[in-house]
């Protein structure tokens, strides 16, 4: 599995997957993901630490991804991507998180500080009923602004049945005014039961894509291994 990656384009950075001690969640019920960790913090800082081996600074903004939440990692990896931070010139630090952990976030930046952290949430969709009763992502509020409290990113899906272009259209505006930016997310096959719709992906590609492919704040990755990490 590839597990560090250059984005060049959009907002170019450098990403490394890491593996942490799992999802606590793990109730979404499109994702397969989680299935990347290991409960053995020293096995884990192992892998993350040679991973991380491969990390120069060079455009001074790196993104941790681990298959759940930054606060899953252990400490010891924790520490080794603050020092490396400031030892490589690195200015901002991205990160991932449910929702579940959004109180601790603000310590969590005041910790990294003077590098900046950007927490990107898994969203999915503001639209609550697809959210909440089909996904199962575990965001129990509606108000765009009181999602986006604590995150400064977040990550949309397409390809659920019930989504259109304009209700994805709908959610990539909103995305916009609340978060300074964007990943959205093209469902791919995976071991669930949930199965990525060709129609609202077609009509996504034709009618969606098109006016944000080159919006320097949305990310859009057609197939899951488009920023170079994963399988
Ligand atoms: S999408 Fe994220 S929060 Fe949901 S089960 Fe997968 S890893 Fe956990």
Known sequence: MERYSIIHEKNPREIVLLRGSGCIYRKCTFCDYHLDCCTDPAANFALN???????????????????????????????????LCRERGIRTVHFESHYLYRERIA????????????????????????????????????EPAE???????????????????????????????????????????????????RDVINAFLREVYPLYRDDSRVDILINNTDFGVGD
Not at 53 to 78: A, K, P, R, Y
Not at 159 to 169: D, I, K, Y
């Open 147 to 197: 999602i986006s409290q604590n995150f400064d990113e977040a990550n949309l899906l397409v390809g659920v049945t019930g989504q259109t272009a304009s209700s994805v259209r709908e959610d990539i505006e909103l995305g916009l005014q609340h978060f300074e930016r964007l990943c959205v997310n093209v469902m791919c096959p995976n071991t669930t039961a949930v199965e990525p719709d």
């Open 107 to 142: 310590a969590l930046r005041e910790s990294f500080r003077p590098v900046e952290l950007k927490m990107k949430l898994g969203l999915e969709t503001f639209d609550r009923h697809l959210r909440e009763d089909v996904l199962h992502k575990g965001i129990p509020v509606s």
């Open 49 to 83: 630490r040679e991973v991380l081996s491969h990390v120069t600074g060079q455009f001074g903004q790196l993104e941790v991804i681990n298959s759940g939440s930054v606060f899953e990692l252990d400490n010891e990896t924790m520490d080794l991507i603050r020092h």
